[in-house]
C-alpha cells in the first residue's frame, strides 16, 4: 500500500500514537545515558531536573510528530484538509491560507471510509446526525452551511477529554438554533465526525476551519 493510499484517520491515529512513542524513547534513552544513580544529592534538585527532562522528552515527542506530519502531507492526496484535522488535534501547528478547493465528495468520502450518516452510540437504529451536501441534519433540525457557525473544542471532563463541536445555525423553521454536539454519543470512528465538518465546511462553508 502507498502512502497516499492511507486515510486521513490512519494518518492521526500514526501521528498520535507517534508522538507518544518518540517521548518515551527518548526518556528511556535519557534514563539509560544517566543510569538509576542520583544526579545531584539534593532530592529537590534532582525532583526538578527529572521533570525537566520529561518536559524535554515530551517537546522531541512533538517535534518528531510535526515532521511525521509533514512527511504525510507530502504524500496525501488531501493534504490541506490532513493540515486542517492536524491543527486541531494539536499535531504542531501550520498557518494555512484560503485556496481553491477541487475535492470530489464522493471520492474524498470513499478514500477515508467515512459514513455520512452517523447514529446514537446507545441506540444503532436512531441517526443521529447526517451530511447530505450544503444540509446538516441534527436529530429533528436542519441547518444549511450559509448559515452554519461552528467551533471545535476539547472540555476537560474529571480524567477525560471530551470532544464537543459548538455551533450556531438556523434551521429549517428559520430560527437561530446554539446548542452543541458531544461526539462520544456518536457511533463513529476516532475524530471521523471533525473531519466530516471539515471537509463540508471547505466544500460548502465559509472555510474557518482553514484558521484553527
Known amino acids: 500500500m502507498k502512502i497516499s493510499d492511507l486515510s486521513i484517520l490512519t494518518v492521526t491515529n500514526i501521528l498520535f500514537w507517534s508522538r507518544i512513542v518518540i517521548s518515551l524513547i527518548f526518556g528511556a534513552i535519557i534514563l539509560l545515558l544517566l543510569g538509576t544513580d542520583n544526579i545531584f544529592s539534593n532530592k529537590i534538585l534532582n525532583t526538578i531536573v527529572y521533570f525537566i527532562l520529561i518536559i524535554f522528552a515530551a517537546i522531541v515527542g512533538q517535534i518528531g510528530c510535526f515532521l511525521l506530519r509533514l512527511f ?3 504524500k496525501s492526496k488531501y493534504p490541506l484538509v490532513l493540515n486542517i484535522i492536524c491543527n486541531m488535534l494539536g499535531f504542531g501547528k501550520k498557518k494555512l491560507t484560503k485556496e481553491a478547493i477541487n475535492i470530489d465528495l ?8 467515512l459514513s455520512l450518516c452517523l447514529y446514537y452510540i446507545n441506540n444503532p437504529q436512531y441517526l443521529i446526525l447526517s451530511f447530505d451536501k450544503n444540509k446538516i441534519h441534527y436529530f ?4 444549511d452551511w450559509e448559515n452554519f457557525k461552528w ?9 477525560r477529554d471530551l470532544q464537543l463541536l459548538e455551533y ?8 437561530r438554533i446554539k446548542d452543541f ?4 454519543k456518536i457511533e463513529a ?3 471521523e465526525v471533525l473531519l466530516l465538518f471539515i471537509i463540508h465546511d471547505l466544500l460548502f462553508g465559509k472555510s474557518s476551519s482553514i484558521y484553527y
Request: a negative charge; proline letters at 0%.
Open 140 to 143: 429533528t433540525q436542519e441547518y
Open 151 to 159: 467551533n471545535y473544542k476539547i472540555k476537560s471532563q474529571g480524567k
Open 106 to 113: 464522493n471520492n474524498f468520502i470513499m478514500d477515508n471510509k
Open 181 to 184: 454536539i458531544e461526539f462520544e
Open 72 to 74: 504525510f502531507v507530502s
Open 168 to 175: 450556531d445555525g438556523i434551521n429549517q423553521n428559520n430560527e
Open 189 to 191: 470512528k476516532e475524530n
